[in-house]
């Protein structure tokens, strides 16, 4: 008889295995939901509806101190304007400003929406084989997010953006 771990490396060698997006995980209290998934869907729900309860003009942010001290703007100069943007519809707005911006508040959005799914539906949420990745593919990730976060900056430098 097959047991199970050999019927999964033949899966594994014939390429029959289906990818999850996420596994679901029944808590033994609620309270594991919350501590799993509260912060973070907090996190990315004030984000998203900051620009609806403050106006930009009314918005107490910082000056930015990378820009103060040396007269160029950080790599994160421009995705606050660009937020507000976004979420009062105004999407060429954002994209000339900061393009980058776009992808980071789906992202932000992506992440809301799955945190919001747990806290209602009281399970938590895993994310699935889909998101496994070798240790190669992160570097890869992660060498792709620094690029892009370069490229948008070189852009509003290019720009004139400060």
Avoid at 32 to 38: E, I, R, S
Avoid at 45 to 59: E, R, V
Wanted: hydrophobic residues 50%; charged residues 15%; glycine residues 6%.
């Amino acid at each position: 008889m097959i047991n199970d771990k050999e019927t999964q490396n033949e899966n594994d060698r014939s390429g029959d295995t289906k990818k999850k997006l996420f596994t679901l995980k029944s808590p033994r209290s609620y309270w594991d939901v919350l501590v799993y998934h509260l912060p973070l869907g907090f996190a990315s729900a004030l984000a998203l509806m900051l620009p609806y309860l403050i106006p930009l003009k009314h918005f107490p942010a910082v000056p930015c101190t990378f820009l103060s001290l040396t007269g160029i703007p950080c790599p994160f100069c421009g995705f606050t304007r660009s937020f507000w943007a976004i979420s009062h519809g105004k999407l060429w707005a954002a994209f000339v400003n900061c393009p980058l911006s776009i992808v980071v508040y789906s992202f932000v959005l992506v992440c809301f929406v799955w945190n919001a799914f747990a806290l209602v539906s009281r399970t938590i949420v895993f994310p699935g084989s889909f998101f496994s990745l070798m240790a190669v593919k992160k570097k890869l990730i992660a060498t792709v997010v620094f690029l892009l976060f370069a490229g948008n900056w070189f852009y509003r430098i290019g720009m004139g953006f400060y």
